[in-house]
């Protein structure tokens, strides 16, 4: 008895012998709509949707960091993957705003698609024996690489543009680190099953089974994957009705989503979007000055902008800066969250700071802020950005002051970068010789 039973505990860890009772007998799986037509399907749209995701991620990284090209890549241990070869232009203005907003909106579309792709194949995550063979081994841990990158980036990028961080690590390193991982696994993947996904593909057709309705609806042909169930249970919904389904969730995702990344009058149909703003002038606050430790009074009489050149330093009140010729450009700002506004932004020009310090050809310029502590004490801008002549320290936004939420006394806004560089509440410019 007792050797009977270390006999088939032995045979199960072996993996011989009946699978265990429950999701790893194939009986337990009953959906008649699950087969890999329906998989293929959806893997078709993820191939397009993914590498979306990917490249504008990346090229939302290459924003955060201006100066990237010429291997300038700063960011600690970032090895072989430091391989940028541009720097950010400040043209076309809207530039960040539709590279974030596209990389927001197409990962919101996608979570639904991948949940479906993950229940239509979820029988394979329950296969008997869990390993076969050293090959078999690593395929499902690069499954497990796939699945668990997708969810990782999913959920850190959805937690992040609901501006939630219940992780102590930066947002920013994890989600570009798990975006090489997840990137890795899906190359493989894709290599490995693209012919398989064309052949299932064409064993039906997209048009046929729209016009298929419930009544209609029957499993599709037995297959080598063990997707399509062995004892199906009658239909609850036909696959047009999965389609609709998955495919509506998306919709819905971005129509909830889409009105913060185009900003102004669509704001208000926002509803997954964190933020309010309706009004020119009442846009978004990622960071209130209160919340950041900015008093009011820092911000009256005694405060000064000191601009370090390198010929001299001259130092400005906020007088003296209305005082210099002012320039009026309407310029978007877009975060990183995915919210965008544009604005008419008043101030002087940081070409002409720049000019009165006497640097000649200045390679970058370093932002410092009332906000002590943190990315925003010290932020870089590139060379291109300073001397683009739209790019302002501005003094007024919509026809007024600056609010102290909004940055006052001045706030540096450049065309085409990311929200992050236009440092509020700024103290000081410090312009960097050709050779910095
Ligand atoms: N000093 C300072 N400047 C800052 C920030 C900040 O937290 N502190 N937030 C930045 C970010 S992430 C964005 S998107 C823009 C717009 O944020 P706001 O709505 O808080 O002004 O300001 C940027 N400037
Ligand atoms: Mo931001």
Known sequence: ????????LTDLARGRGEPPPGPFRPGFWRSP??????TSVFGSVLLVGIPVVFVTGLL??????????GGNDRTP?????????FGWPTEPVWLYRVVIGTHVLVGLALLPLILAKLWSVIPKLFTWPAVRSPAHLLERLSLAL????AVFELVTGILNIQLFYPWGFSFYTAHLYGAWVFIGAFVTHVALKLPTMVRSLRARRLRDELRTGLAQTVPEEPDEFGLVAESPAAPTISRRGVLGMVGGASLLLVGLAGGQTWGDGLRRTALLAPRGGSFPGDFPVNKTAASRGIRREDTGATWRLEVEGTERTVSFSRADLMEMQQHTERLPISCVEGWSTTQNWTGVRLADLVAMVGTVGPSGVLVSSLQKGG?????????????????????????EDLSLDHGFPARVIVPAAPGVHCTKW?????????GA
């Open 33 to 38: 709509v699950r087969g890999p037509w329906l």
């Open 426 to 434: 700024v103290t000081g410019l410090r312009i960097l010789g050709s």
């Open 1 to 8: 008895m007792v050797r009977g039973t270390a006999r088939r």
């Open 77 to 85: 241990g970032k090895g072989v993957l430091g391989f940028y070869l």
């Open 146 to 149: 796939l699945v668990g990158g």
């Open 60 to 69: 939302s990284y290459a924003a955060y960091n201006p100066e990237l090209g």
């Open 375 to 399: 990315a925003f004490s010290v932020a870089r801008l590139a060379d291109n950005q300073i001397l683009d002549p739209r790019s302002l320290l501005a003094l007024r936004v919509a026809g």
